[in-house]
């Protein structure tokens, strides 16, 4: 059957245990994951690539059959579909399998692929197709975070903020995340901040360089900061871009210590953490300790305050703490 993704509210889907998510809009197939796949139910996520069901069959096969008293319920997601895996997931659904959802995540599918037909033809099945975001749905996601954040902005700088995303929702919320921790303290966002805080043509992404720095990815960050020509004030959004995160994994720290489970806390954190910052995450979490984290927090907050003492020294100042970041163990 074949479902629009805003269709999704409205149609009743609980009874269903087989997805097909396939499109080229990757922010869109995740959001969808976790807004409304997830949440369907409460058991132990899988997750595997096709290549690694195709090499090993059993381990599709024995992960469906196998159900503990313990963990009945399971989520089992496919990346990377191709009509390759179409008679496997054929096979399972067959079998009339419950208390089992598997969401199948692929690219774009033409009209004469196998697996999306069966999908779509198919009535224990649900095919979700997801075409890239247009201006106008960009646009309405910033507006209303903007409302919500409550962060007054003009609708020409909305405008300019949704241009420079290239059609992709992920660009979009790393750039509105930058704009929410420059606009702490700020009455107005001037469109010359605008275009300096999402000049993607020119630097690297503030993320990614806090992200490389938290994961001790030496020579990346070295890099990022070689190539780019920070201001003065980049530095305040950089400190604040590491402050979020770091709360953000000292969270994540806190839940594994209850659930003992990185992937299940990973994959069921509000909000959503987005698939392509999973692995770095991991490797965030993996080399440094919950005390660490605290450690690090009083560190960046101290530094802001610094930097906003001496703004002449601010970029000393973060360029400091991240060499000493990454280079440390």
Known sequence: MIVKYFELGKKKISNYNFFLLYGNNKGLIEETLEKNIKTLSKGKIFIY???????????????VSNNSFFDKEKIIIISRATDKILKVIEDIVDKDVSDILIVLKSEILEKKSKLR??????????????????????????????????????????NLITERCRGDRINLYNELEKIENFSRGKNDLKTSDILKLTNLSQ????????DNTLAKNQKKTFNILNENNFASEDSIIIARIFLNKLKKLLKIKAQIKIENDVDKVI??????IFWKEKDIIKKQINISTYDKIEKLIFEINKIELN???YPAISINLITNFILEQAASN
């Open 267 to 272: 994959n069921n954190f509000k909000p959503p």
């Open 307 to 309: 930097i906003k003492k």
């Open 117 to 158: 037909a069966f999908f779509e033809k198919s009535k224990k099945t649900i095919c979700i197709p997801f075409y890239e975001d247009n201006l106008q749905s960009l646009n309405l996601l910033a507006t209303n975070f903007f409302k919500l954040k409550k962060i007054p902005i003009s609708q020409q700088n909305i």
């Open 203 to 210: 630097n690297f992404d503030f993320s990614e360089l806090v």
């Open 49 to 63: 690539e096709e290549q690694e069901i195709l090499k090993n069959k059993e381990t599709l096969e024995e992960n």
